[in-house]
């Protein structure tokens, strides 16, 4: 066993496996703190370390959320076994690339993160390793401000050959087409994330609202996490499939051989390039009609995609350059969203109380762009008693919080301005707190900007060029308030502080903003149901008369 520091005797190496299989124990108990200790302990007596030891760390450092620490021993792995055999140890390598650029977007380097995710790609032994990567590089570019549709078409045709690669080398080939006739159009949906996730608040109506006499409702479920919010979608009428863990292209397949023995008619992918993704299963061309949305914002980059589920508030035509699919444009809202949480009471504006405004963002930060930051400064520069509340588990760490401190000095933010709030379980009532939220682009809040809203609390947004830079305009064009979406940077500023100084205004949005999100498209049920199963028909329709 090759150890940094040279060839090392077998006693070494039995002590070594100890201490590793030791360490890897308490990781798997989430005794992080001990984990670290003891491999800690080991190299400090020893001078031995391991590249999987090494490695080992890097999780320990991650699941603790200190992605600082994590970054600085992933570029040291990368120092010291630059020159590790690509055969033996490629695996570990493409593993601490990839875990460096998860580092690094939760750091806000996402243009970092994307090259990281496509080091760990051309790396990863696995193929359904090699989609992951790519799938991650998709995901983190969408927080990369400036980039291109040119730059996002070359990431999806190489996602594309990668998946086209493995499966022909696997020997696996798409189904043949096929439409059925059933008395009833079969809709299946799937999903890794129906449990207490951002996600399963938009996709209730769809498990449980449908039409009875005309569809019937089948779910591919491809997560491991299930809780009260999973029992609940279970009970709502659809047919449940548990697919086990997605860990290899055979895992795949058994879900798109389970779609096409279900004979599903419309099949509707709900995670895009997110965890758990079950979404190759679009290349087989399980189902005659393929729709993806909801649970991921842009382009699945997949020409077997049907459409992207979407609203003529995200997609102003039908076509986008930044989408390989057609964009099917529901005339309000692309999702309903139908909370499981109990909400607290809105509150009044904190600035009659105090008198000055508050302003604040729980966006994931990833999102927080430098150039948004900049945005923002400037809106506190014009505005000099207000302040703002930034609010993500990032700050629950030392390292964490110093880090993006210095990266808000550098910027030339007003840091006694701006105040700093890590997780906390009952976040909802933090929003008396805010005044105006401010929203994130280029990728922009979904669910988050949903709870400020509810929570009486107005989100200022920004109209972008692509569909998932479009989220905040449809949330607040559905609700009657376009108004609070701006074209421009410097219109945004512009609306931020218009707001923050009319008290009257402000105190109406923060008294009638729930009564108007529960009175609007994006809470109705009922008629988002309407419209998107007279999507599925249209579509289906269309494909029996292309077939025939």
Request: charged share 25%.
């Amino acid at each position: 066993m090759e150890i940094n520091g040279g060839q090392r005797t077998k006693m070494e190496v039995r002590e070594w496996r100890a201490v590793y299989e030791r360490a890897l124990q308490l990781w798997q108990g989430k005794a992080y703190d001990h984990a670290a200790a003891c491999l800690q302990q080991y190299w400090q007596k020893t001078g031995i370390s391991t590249l999987p030891g090494r490695l080992l760390m890097g999780y320990v450092l991650r699941d603790s959320g200190h992605y600082v620490s994590e970054c600085d021993c992933l570029r040291g792995i990368l120092r010291d076994f630059h020159a590790a055999d690509p055969k033996s140890d490629g695996q570990y390598l493409a593993d601490t690339y990839s875990l460096l650029g998860g580092a690094q977007r939760m750091l806000g380097k996402n243009a970092e993160a994307v090259h990281m995710f496509l080091r760990a790609a051309a790396l990863d032994c696995e193929p359904i390793g090699r989609l992951t990567e790519y799938s991650n590089a998709i995901f983190a570019a969408n927080a990369v401000e400036g980039y291109t549709a040119a730059d996002m078409q070359k990431l999806y045709g190489d996602y594309r050959t990668c998946l086209s690669e493995a499966m022909a080398a696997a020997g696996m080939r798409p189904y043949g087409t096929a439409v059925w006739k059933h008395d009833r159009i079969r809709v299946g949906y799937m999903s890794a994330d129906l449990h207490r996730h951002p996600v399963a608040s938009f996709v209730r109506s769809l498990l449980t609202g449908y039409c009875r006499e005309k569809f019937r409702v089948y779910v591919y479920d491809t997560g491991t996490c299930h809780d009260d919010i999973t029992e609940t979608l279970r009970t709502g009428g659809a047919m449940w499939r548990q697919m086990k863990p997605l860990e290899t292209l055979e895992d795949i397949q058994v879900v798109a051989e389970t779609v096409r023995s279900d004979e599903i008619d419309v099949l509707v992918d709900l995670s895009g390039h997110t965890k758990g993704s079950a979404l190759p299963v679009f290349a087989w061309r399980a189902a005659p009609v393929q729709i993806s949305g909801i649970g991921y914002f842009n382009s699945t980059g997949l020409s077997e995609t049907t459409g992207f589920l979407s609203d003529v508030y995200c997609a102003p035509q039908e076509r986008s350059s930044y989408f390989v699919e057609p964009l099917l444009r529901l005339p309000h809202t692309h999702f309903c969203y139908a909370p499981y949480q109990e909400f607290p009471a809105p509150g009044a504006p904190p600035r009659l109380t105090r008198g000055y405004v508050t302003f604040g963002c729980f966006n994931h930060f990833a999102k927080v762009t430098d150039e948004m930051l900049g945005v923002w400064r400037r809106i506190l520069q014009v505005l000099p008693t207000a302040k703002l509340v930034l609010k993500h588990r990032l700050f629950d760490s030392r390292e964490g919080l110093a880090f993006t401190r210095e990266r808000l000095e550098r910027l030339g933010m007003p840091l006694s301005r701006v105040e700093f709030r890590g997780f906390s379980q009952d976040y909802l009532r933090e929003y008396r707190d805010i005044d105006i939220a401010l929203d994130t682009s280029p990728y922009q809040g979904g669910a988050t900007t949903c709870e400020a809203l509810f929570m009486g609390v107005p989100v200022v947004s920004l109209v972008g060029r692509c569909h998932g830079a479009r989220f905040g305009y449809s949330l607040l064009a559905n609700i009657g308030l376009p108004q609070l979406a701006a074209d421009t940077p410097a219109h945004y500023v512009r609306l931020a502080v218009d707001l923050a100084r009319d008290k009257e205004l402000l105190c109406a949005l923060h008294k009638e903003l729930r009564s108007m999100m529960k009175q609007s498209p994006l809470m109705d049920c009922a008629g988002y149901m309407q419209e998107i199963e007279h999507l599925y028909a249209v579509l289906f329709a269309r494909r029996h008369a292309a077939k025939d």
